[in-house]
């Protein structure tokens, strides 16, 4: 099961929106709506930010939205600001009952 | 909501066994699937593999498969990782990671065991 594909990194200034995606393929992104987000800061442990591709878990900044279209999942993070500085990570179900992680992405706030 | 605190970190030599834990607290750990993700220095999250509380339906994910035991033990809440002989290779973090049966997304997270091997 190879990792799913995201840019290595992402940069935008404050205020602005950024998007992150995360491709990959039938047999995991494309075939389920059960794509996740997990944003990670240095030294501590992955905090989910969206469930099943768009929903929000209480707690999560409405700044934070997903979406998915084929193959290929998205992460947008309007009016950025510098606690978004952090990892992010999607994570699909995949077709052998197990789970995978993208590659990772690095947000810079500018 | 459960609650997950991994056991504390641990410095082996290669070829030592290992087993570390993660024990839930605060809701039926029963109605869980814990998994365990590595993160090795610099790099990204990776899982290792899923156990389902109620029944143990464990299930590894290809390059872990053979190399570690993921166990849950309900009468203590607890999950747990193995390793029978570590390499200087296994050293990482690694994190418990909760999720709802009947739900993809893990939103319950250990603090995280760092794991060093070397001789």
């Known amino acids: 099961q190879s990792a799913l594909t995201q840019p290595a990194s992402v940069s935008g200034s404050p205020g602005q929106a950024i998007t992150i995606s995360c491709t990959g393929t039938?047999?995991?992104?494309?075939?389920?709506?059960?794509v996740s987000w997990y944003q990670q800061h240095p030294g501590k442990a992955p905090k989910l930010v969206i469930s099943?591709?768009?929903n929000r878990p209480s707690g999560v900044s409405t700044r934070f939205s997903g979406s998915k279209s084929g193959n290929t999942a998205s992460l947008t993070i309007s009016g950025l600001q510098a606690e978004d500085e952090a990892d992010y990570y999607c994570?699909?179900?995949?077709?052998?009952?197990?789970?995978?992680f993208g590659t990772g992405t690095k947000v810079t706030v500018l | 909501e459960v609650q997950l605190v991994q056991s504390g970190a641990e410095v082996k030599k290669p070829g030592e066994s290992l087993k570390i834990s993660c024990k839930g607290s605060?809701?039926?750990?029963?109605?869980?699937?814990i998994g365990w993700v590595r993160q090795m220095p610099g790099k990204g999250l990776e899982w290792m593999g899923i156990?389902?509380?109620?029944?143990?339906?464990?299930r590894y994910s290809p390059s872990f498969q053979g190399q570690v035991t993921i166990s849950a033990d309900k009468s203590i809440s607890t999950a747990s990782l193995q390793w029978s002989s570590l390499r200087a290779s296994d050293t990482a973090m690694y994190y418990c990671?909760?999720?709802?049966?009947?739900?993809?997304?893990?939103?319950?997270w250990g603090q995280g065991a760092l794991v060093t091997v070397s001789s």
């Open positions: 990671a909760g999720a709802v049966h009947g739900q993809s997304s893990w939103g319950y």
């Open positions: 605060g809701d039926s750990f029963t109605k869980y699937w």
């Open positions: 156990i389902h509380f109620a029944d143990s339906d464990t």
């Open positions: 039938s047999s995991d992104v494309g075939g389920y709506n059960y």
């Open positions: 099943d591709v768009t």
């Open positions: 994570n699909s179900y995949t077709s052998s009952n197990i789970y995978v």
